[in-house]
């Protein structure tokens, strides 16, 4: 088991190097080089020499080869993730204090996801084609079919102008006022989470469909176990093997819809930070929460990958 | 014989399908005594498991129904109870040993905690003292180092030793009545025996009644009291082993014999398999639905059912011929 997750952390870092290489090249392939919005912002015009002499000062002058592995050989040799350009801060530190948000984030729309597919996804598959189950399943293809993007600008717009009401801008801490904060968050999670639950809602019933016309649900019924007992403990624990496995894919959506709803509900989280660096082409920005969300996202996947063992016997790692 | 266990009278039950309603069993009548074994043999179709699964109420519905008949069990209808009523009937008065020891055993719940479930749900055990009942089902099932092997999952577990849990699990809380269907098909000849052995003795133990639901004939010879010949869902022949084997009076059961392989039967000895096909329950035909394969038919038989007679003692046939001419 240990040499099994030392072997597969190993196994992260070509992955690593590999998506960290793209991003740093492409992000200086897009149009609009970040001297151009400095200076353009400064109103500076911009005449050759103070062009050359930021570019010096930020190490960009360097061919980005160079650029790449001196940002490379600061991450290994010192875990320095670099500076922004442009406010000169450490990546590092702007991710850490927006970590708590986006985690918070990620975390209630996984919970509420799973929270309403589960649930609704075996009561669709145990009262298959009644009423409920067509509901179940229609308010499924909603949740797949609307962008989860476009309902969050619509709970933006529509309650501001009709009640007044909308969401707080100000972030409220947590430990300051728990009740504040959790209500804050809930909007913008119950969208990511519902957007979300609609695949794991169909993947759920579905394999709760196939797992109950196995035998051993038989013998479970002929042992005189309730309808209960035959659902919860004989047939949900094998149909959640797959669902697993959906919610380990559906993790870089996550990352996506955080990002989105992070920036339309002005939530100062990582997304809002990715956005606000792409906008500026903050370089070192970028690659640094690249880097981050990358690992995240592959620790996340060996997490769910670890818990087929937990869950499927069939599963031990050598 | 001693009292009366459970008493069939007009069992109906129906599948409904694209091509109409397919009557799997068609009007089944029959008695079992306490501590007898009862064997129930037909080819592959004829609604030997639809009878077990009747009795259970365990027919899926959709699509399946049990239109009609009567299942008298310890005195009371099985199939006038509530579904209350029912849960505390299955597994724990009635149990039933699965025909796929491959699959009747859920592979993420550990093998003693499958074993000992019974009594978790019938006699309030937790899960540690129903397991250490498994440990002793599993042990009388003579499961080597049961202590370990119970928090075993099922994919641990060799075919043979699957079938054996099943049996282990089947025993828990003393049933009057232990249903195996068809429990040894996937296992060879050797082994076969063996389990059949094991619970045939385990059941005298209990001094429980047995069902053993079989295609092989060699089988009832050698395990049971009394034996159903089922065709096309209905009994055309019951009688004692011996009024079975050696005073034959179905043309069915002689073509069974003749075409199945017997335990104790020399392999060389041929084989003469049933020529056609077993009618489609959606279709029956008029009259006996055997006739159309049947190489004594006559005229009578295209047209009216035969119902079943007594021949003497307790053997009953539904043929119209006499095949000792
Ligand atoms: N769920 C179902 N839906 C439709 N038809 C069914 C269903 N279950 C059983 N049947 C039909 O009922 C008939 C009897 O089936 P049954 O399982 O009792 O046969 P069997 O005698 O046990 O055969 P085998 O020896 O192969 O186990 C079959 O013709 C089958 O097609
Ligand atoms: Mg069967």
Not at chain 1, 128 to 142: A, E, H, K, N, P
Not at chain 1, 209 to 236: C, F, M, N, Q, S
Not at chain 2, 51 to 65: H, K, Q, V, W
Not at chain 2, 97 to 112: A, I, R, Y
Request: one cysteine or more; glycine letters at 8%; aromatic letters at 8%.
């Amino acid at each position: 088991m240990r040499t099994y997750i030392i072997k597969r952390v190993l196994a992260l870092i070509p992955t690593l190097i590999f998506a960290t290489l793209i991003v740093f090249f492409l992000i200086r392939m897009i149009p609009g080089h970040v001297i151009d919005l400095m200076l353009s912002q400064q109103d500076i015009s911009a005449d050759k020499v103070t062009r050359q002499k930021i570019e010096h000062e930020l190490g960009l002058d360097a061919p980005v080869h160079i650029q790449y592995l001196r940002w490379v050989s600061g991450v290994v040799l010192r875990g320095d993730l670099g500076r922004s350009l442009w406010r000169q801060t450490e990546v590092w530190k702007d991710i850490k204090t927006r970590i708590p948000v986006t985690a918070e984030l990620a975390l209630m729309s996984l919970m509420i996801s799973l929270l309403v597919a589960i649930p609704v996804g075996v009561y669709a598959a145990v009262r298959q084609d009644t009423m409920l189950d067509y509901i179940g399943r229609t308010v499924s293809i909603l949740g797949i079919a609307v962008p989860y993007f476009w309902l969050g600008t619509l709970v933006m717009i529509y309650p501001a102008l009709w009640w007044g009401w909308s969401p707080s801008v100000e972030l409220i801490p947590f430990r300051e006022n728990p009740l504040g904060n959790i209500k804050m968050f809930l909007v913008p999670a119950v969208i990511l989470g519902l957007f979300m639950s609609a695949v794991t809602m169909r993947m759920t019933r579905a394999m709760m469909l196939e797992v109950l016309r196995h035998d051993y649900i038989r013998t479970a019924w002929a042992k005189g176990a309730p309808e209960k007992i035959v659902i919860i403990r004989h047939a949900l624990k094998n149909a959640l093997i797959p669902v697993v496995t959906l919610v380990g894919i559906q993790v870089p959506t996550l990352v996506g819809g955080t990002i989105v709803i992070e920036q339309i509900f002005s939530l100062p989280g990582i997304g809002l930070l990715m956005y606000d660096a792409v906008l500026q082409r903050d370089y070192s920005v970028i690659s640094g929460l690249m880097l981050f969300i990358g690992l995240i996202v592959l620790l996340i996947n060996l997490l769910v990958d670890l818990s087929y063992g937990w869950i499927d016997p069939k599963v031990r790692y050598k | 014989m001693s009292e009366k266990l459970l008493e069939i009278r007009d069992l109906h039950t129906y599948f409904w399908t694209e091509n109409g309603w397919v009557k799997a069993v068609n009007g089944v009548s029959f008695d079992l005594w306490k501590g007898e074994t009862l064997g129930i043999v037909g080819e592959s179709g004829c609604g030997k498991s639809v009878t077990a699964l009747s009795i259970l109420r365990l027919i899926p519905n959709p699509p399946g129904r049990i239109l009609k008949g009567e299942i008298i069990f310890e005195g009371r209808d099985l199939l006038q109870l509530s579904d209350e009523e029912m849960l505390r009937v299955r597994g724990n008065r009635i149990s039933m040993v699965f025909q796929e020891p491959m699959t009747s055993l859920n592979p993420v719940l550990t093998v003693g905690r499958q074993v000992g479930e019974p009594l978790e749900l019938h006699r309030g055990a937790s899960i540690k003292g129903a397991l250490r009942v498994a440990i002793e089902l599993l042990k009388k099932t003579r499961i080597p180092a049961a202590e370990n092997r119970a928090t075993d999952y099922p994919h641990q577990f060799s075919g043979g030793m699957r079938q054996r849990a099943m049996i282990a699990m089947g025993l828990g809380c003393e049933p009057g009545l232990i249903i195996a269907d068809e429990p040894t098909t996937a296992l060879d000849v050797t082994v076969q025996a063996q389990l059949l052995d094991l619970m045939k003795s385990l059941t005298r133990d209990l001094s429980a009644s047995l069902m053993i639901i079989t295609h092989n004939l060699g089988v009832v010879a050698r395990y049971a009291d009394r034996v159903n010949v089922m065709y096309a869902g209905k009994i055309v022949e019951t009688g004692t082993a011996h009024d079975i084997y050696e005073d034959t009076r179905h043309p069915y059961t002689l073509g069974l014999m003749a075409s199945v392989p017997k335990i104790d039967q020399d392999v060389k000895a041929k084989l003469v398999p049933i020529e056609g096909q077993p009618p489609d329950l959606a279709h029956l035909p008029e009259g006996c639905s055997f006739y159309p394969r049947c190489t004594f038919a006559v005229e009578k038989c295209s047209k009216e059912v035969p119902p079943l007679e007594t021949v003497g003692g307790i053997h009953q046939k539904a043929c119209w011929i006499d095949v000792r001419k």
